[in-house]
């Protein structure tokens, strides 16, 4: 049977591909969509398909990071973004969302308007009117408004304790029909709890990152995926990560600065980055810090 299309040979094809190229590099400078994180973008290249997987301790806060990274890539490149929960609620994330956006501290967003009401001084009443509420409640309203053109184009699922792979699959192609876009960023916090029960963390890690890579691939999308450091891997040997798993294109490992810590006010906790594993840019290590009562991560310039 004849090619539908004509073979043409590397040297042929040469002038058209440089074209190509040439106007990529015109729209931006790197590869991949922006992160919101400037140093991030760059030693990634940006974010492009496949697989990264995050790891770091317990309350590091991973799963902040991820949410701040999924409404930035949002925000910042128009493209749709999913963040599949396995542990937290959708209240939860919506709460750092807005903690990060308006400056409040989550336990105030919590609590609610009465709360905020009373505590700023205000007796306690039934405010019908959006004028009658003081002025931090007014900050967060106003948060939320100005950030509802990008929010439009995220979206949360909370996932049942048994939800698979096939499922969130599944899901990513109907969000993609809903929000009428075929990029998409996936975000997908606790994918340990992916694999079976039966298997221990180490044993789970190798299969659960290469069903999620090929995932990526046939999907064409990128795929962040936050795994727990649980121990098996003391906090000074990050680039060991990259022997126990070879399946993922970026591996990203989240470790806690205690000598930068000590310098910051409590409980604001100084984080590095370790890029152990990047396929498209560079190694190497970020210092971010991290403010857990609004839930923002914040890049610092210099270790």
């Not at 400037?38 to 902040?64: E, F, M, Q, V, W």
């Not at 007796?123 to 990008?150: N, V």
């Not at 600065?257 to 310098?263: P, S």
């Amino acid at each position: 049977m004849p090619a539908k299309y004509p073979i043409q040979s590397e040297g042929e094809q040469l002038e058209s591909f440089l074209d190509d190229l040439e106007r990529d590099h015109a729209v931006k400078e790197i590869a991949g969509w922006e992160t919101g994180f400037t140093n991030l973008s760059r030693a990634l290249d940006g974010i492009l398909p496949g697989l990264y997987l995050l790891i770091g301790p317990p309350a590091c806060g991973k799963t902040s990071l991820a949410k701040q990274l999924l409404d930035q890539v949002a925000m910042h490149n128009g493209v749709a973004g999913v963040f599949f929960t396995l542990a937290e609620t959708a209240k939860e994330l919506r709460i750092k969302t807005l903690a990060r956006l308006s400056g409040l501290e989550s336990r105030e967003i919590r609590r609610g308007s009465a709360y905020l009401l009373h505590w700023y001084g205000v007796p306690k009443a039934h405010y019908g009117d959006f004028e009658q509420l003081p002025p931090s409640w007014e900050k967060l309203k106003k948060a939320a408004k100005d950030a509802k053109s990008w929010l439009d184009l995220t979206y949360i699922v909370e996932c049942k304790a048994n939800t698979d792979l096939r499922e969130i699959e599944k899901s990513i192609g109907e969000l993609r029909a809903a929000a009428n876009r075929e990029k998409i960023f996936v975000v997908i916090d606790d994918c340990q709890r992916l694999g079976r029960r039966d298997q221990a963390l180490a044993d789970r890690l190798p299969i659960v990152a290469e069903e999620l890579q090929e995932m990526g691939v046939n999907l064409k999308t990128p795929i962040f995926a936050i795994w727990p450091n649980l121990g098996e891997i003391v906090e000074s040997q990050p680039q060991a990560w990259t022997e126990k798993v070879a399946s993922p294109d970026v591996i990203l490992v989240l470790e806690k600065d205690l000598g930068r810590t000590q310098k910051l006010t409590e409980p604001n906790q100084a984080l590095t980055l370790h890029i152990v594993k990047n396929r498209g840019g560079e190694k190497g290590k970020l210092a971010f810090d991290f403010y857990p009562a609004v839930s923002k991560f914040m890049e610092v310039e210099s270790l």
